[in-house]
């Protein structure tokens, strides 16, 4: 079985477990547009939705990013952080998986009420994309959707970040879902495929760089390693399976010194803050798809 062939879904099984993902994505969101408020702080917030999924039957499939205004994604707090929302544009990715089987969704919240046309126009730009996909349809067409529809609407799509397949444990896998009309992301979707599509919508140029932030890793690499406690950190990584983590989730007294080297040795990889490059804020919609023969079920909208 090749890679790309690993996220279509083949039985009824797999298929209970994207959607009992996706209830619980549908859950934690509502509580979470519920919950946040200017002056509440951010580790505390980011606590809440990480013990929830638990509370609901489900696990982290990726820590909660808490991207605010020019930041479009991989925020999330360290441990202890002492930031609290203020009047900002405020998006919340959420990852649960049920037993690998990932439903990943995102919403924007904007706290300053100045920027609901930029919300808007990343909404929109996802209705358009799931009123596009069926089984037979180009990862291109849709990018095409979201691209017509935010510039529309007089924004610009973030050019350099793309929606992707989803697979147990993996929560980046092929396709590439593009946020604009670009030639070289031309997949056919297939029935079963499993899909996050996510426009990001930009008052500035419309792309984004690494900040100087990362406090999200991933394992890339089984490799064992001879430091002892080197090897404790790693072991608890070992626990998320290849899913992505918080450096606020382990313990060590010497954790950035472990973090270090198991990046040095390429076992772990990280994921630095993605700031838009000119300074523009950005909003992210998104929503998890199983493609159908004529159009799609969306697993995190209830």
Known sequence: MTKSE?????????????RAAGKIHQQIMKEARDKIKVGMNVYE???????????????????????????????????????????????????????????????????????????????????????????????QAIGAAVEDTITSLGFNP???????????????DEPSVPNINHPGFNTVLRVGDTIAIE???????????NGSIKEIYSQIKMKPTRVPFVRKVLNQIQEFNGLAFAKRWLESDKLDLAMIQLERE??????????????GFVAQSEHTLIVTEDGCEVTTRG
């Open 266 to 279: 390429g076992i772990i990889t990280c994921y630095p803050v993605l700031v838009e490059v000119s300074g």
């Open 158 to 172: 973030v050019r350099n970040l793309m929606g992707h397949g989803l697979s147990q444990y993996t929560f980046h």
């Open 6 to 18: 690993i996220n279509q879904i083949n039985t009824e099984e797999v298929l209970d477990k994207y």
């Open 45 to 139: 917030y980011a606590r809440f939705i990480d013990e929830r999924i638990i509370e609901l039957g489900g696990g982290s499939a990726f820590p909660v990013n808490i991207s605010m205004n020019e930041e479009a994604a991989h925020d999330t707090p360290l441990f202890n952080d002492p930031r609290v929302f203020g009047e900002d544009v405020v998006k919340i990715d959420v990852g649960v998986h049920v037993d690998g089987y990932i439903a990943d969704g995102a919403m924007t919240i904007d706290l300053s009420g100045k920027y609901d046309g930029l919300v808007k126009a990343s909404e929109e730009g996802l209705k358009a994309a799931i009123d596009t996909v069926k089984a037979g349809v180009t990862t």
């Open 199 to 209: 426009p990001f919508a930009t008052d500035g140029e419309g792309f984004v760089e």
